[in-house]
């Protein structure tokens, strides 16, 4: 539980000791002052655990009650100032709470409260996330290292990097995740190639919500840093759900959304896209949008994800909404779950001249 004191101005009617034409009208001050707990709010959940549940405590001088009036209509006294209420509006995040004091003749005290409260009733509530905290390795509880060359040689798109485990490529520092492409020599399954990265997988999968990720995005032309996911049932060799068991088709039936693409030779442009079997390869299903700081700020990429469709945002402003008009395993395989992956790639076309560039991950978390 998070406490939240709230100060807000007020107004309202004032006791008077005389109310007559030949003196003034004594004002009692109030100096009433108001503090809300919300149930289970902490930095993951600032607007509390989907219950609704608050509880009040309210103060102020010469006060022996105190009224509480909600959005909802209820109305209650409180003779002690501590109140618990819950909030029955399911779905609903803001609510407004009037707050009174009264004097030991029953008579309203100056300067009532008004406050805007949010809470979350029965709304999304964050179910996995990783805050990137402490340092070293990162948190194989929640990640899987996949390093395994799916073909035995080589990764995909061309791409020239060998994935590695090492805290060189992969590590927690100062509260992020730090996942660092290098030109380096490093030989890994016979193989020998120049440069190294790293590319983790979720140990969490899940169908439907909202995955939210703040980062900060490397530099140099030839880098290829991705936030995305795939089905948790594609049979990739070396992915971290095949290895326990959950391989069953190949890509793109699995379904591929990539919530965060970013080219280093199109500094500043971040896209996301969709691939399925009715679309992938040169995909149509795409859409973007320039962020001037990308990679020296960090920005809060999104994806929301409904039964009807995946919308894509960068620090809320939406810049694509993928939804077929028909829905059916070739454009929609995404009624099964999918797991996160991050990643940098490095392309045939990196600078001759780049040495090394991290994605920085403040956080990442999923909300259902």
Known sequence: MSGMVIS???????DGSSDDDNGPVAIIPSNLTLSIDILGADGNNPYGDG?????CSVSATDAVKYGFIFDSGDEIESFSGNLDFTF???????HTIYVFAYSSTDNFISDFEEVTVFVTDNGPQLVWSDEFNGSGAINTSNWF???QLPNGESWYNGEIQHYTNRTDNSNVSGGQLNIIAKKEVFSDQGIIKEYTS???????AFTYGRVEVRAKLPTGVGTWPAIWLLGRNINEPGAYWETQGYGAVGWPACGEVDIMEHWGSNQNYVSSAIHTPSSYGGTINHGGQTIPTAST????????????EMVFSVDGVVHYTYNPAIKNSDTWPFDTDQYIILNIAVQPSIDPAFNQSAMEIDYIRVYQ
């Open 145 to 147: 290292h996949q390093t």
């Open 198 to 204: 790293a590319r983790l997988n979720s140990k969490f």
């Open 51 to 55: 219950s609704g549940s608050i509880q």
């Open 8 to 14: 807000c101005s007020g107004g309202g009617d004032s």
């Open 297 to 308: 700020t960090f920005h809060t990429y999104a994806m929301e994800w409904t039964e009807e």
């Open 88 to 94: 029955t509006n399911e779905g609903t995040n803001s």
